[in-house]
């Protein structure tokens, strides 16, 4: 009787190892998507809500059929580098580079192996991101609305706002790869208007309100805003800036002049 109830012990003990090991199983096996972004969950919560439901559309629920591994730069663009590395190091499936151009870049230079979705604001060719539009190549893909493209439209838009306009102050972000080819597209088309551009740097709250002081001394006549993510994080700050300094303001976003929260 007593070997019986033995049996019986270790049967039922058995029955309850084997779901756990099936479980523990299933996890080792569940799918890894790196999730690398310029900033944090706090800024953008539709965006990361949207990537869920996207997942979600297509069968893949976080947590119960693929793990997601954040990494958060907290808007500090030199990080994301190590970020990326990090997820490599971590043997994700495929990596999202999402919140700004610099992350896509950040995950391309980690990785030849491990599939990468972008998305950019500015020429993923010129950037080095992929070979061509229709032919990316390699191990990168994603979207681009190559907004960074338009700025010179936006340069004459403005100064057919403010048609007196002779300086018009420039902030951009240094940290952005974006800003090199479109410093260049913006001066010249200054140029073709016969138009100044004062530049002013900016990648943290301070220094933003140095920059817009900059321009009030310098007495330019209205301020342009490089796209970048990190402006439209700080917008309520820019569109003040802007109010307080009786500066007319131009931005690839209309949240961003709207200084909507």
């Not at 240094?174 to 016969?194: C, F, H, K, R």
């Amino acid at each position: 009787m007593r070997r019986r109830r033995e049996f019986i012990a270790l049967l039922g003990g058995a029955a309850t190892a084997w779901p756990l090991a099936a479980r523990a199983q299933q996890q080792q096996k569940m799918p890894i998507i790196g999730y690398l972004s310029g900033f944090s969950s706090t800024v953008f919560p539709p965006l990361l809500a949207a990537f869920r439901e996207g997942l979600a559309a297509q069968g893949y629920v976080e947590s119960r059929n693929v793990a997601i591994e954040y990494r958060w730069a907290e808007g500090q663009y030199d990080r994301l580098p190590t970020l990326a590395a990090d997820l490599v190091r971590r043997q994700v499936a495929v990596i999202a580079a999402t919140g700004v151009t610099a992350s896509g870049v950040a995950a391309k230079g980690a990785t030849t192996a491990i599939p990468i979705v972008f998305a950019s604001g500015g020429d993923p060719v010129k950037l080095g991101l992929v070979a061509s539009l229709n032919r990316p190549a390699r191990n990168v893909t994603g979207i681009t609305w190559l907004s960074n493209t338009m700025a010179p439209k936006r340069l004459e838009l403005l100064r057919e706002l403010v048609p007196h306009a002779r300086t018009i102050g420039f902030l951009i972000n240094p940290g952005n790869p974006n800003v090199p080819t479109e410093t260049i597209d913006v001066q010249t088309a200054a140029d073709a208007l016969s138009v100044r551009v004062r530049i002013a740097k900016a990648s943290t709250a301070d220094e933003i309100d140095t920059a817009f002081a900059s321009f009030g001394q310098a007495g330019v006549d209205a301020i342009f805003i490089a796209g970048d993510p990190f402006f439209f994080a700080r917008r309520v700050q820019v569109t003040i800036l802007a109010a307080r300094h009786a500066i007319p303001l131009c931005s690839d976003s209309r949240a961003n002049v709207e200084g909507e929260d």
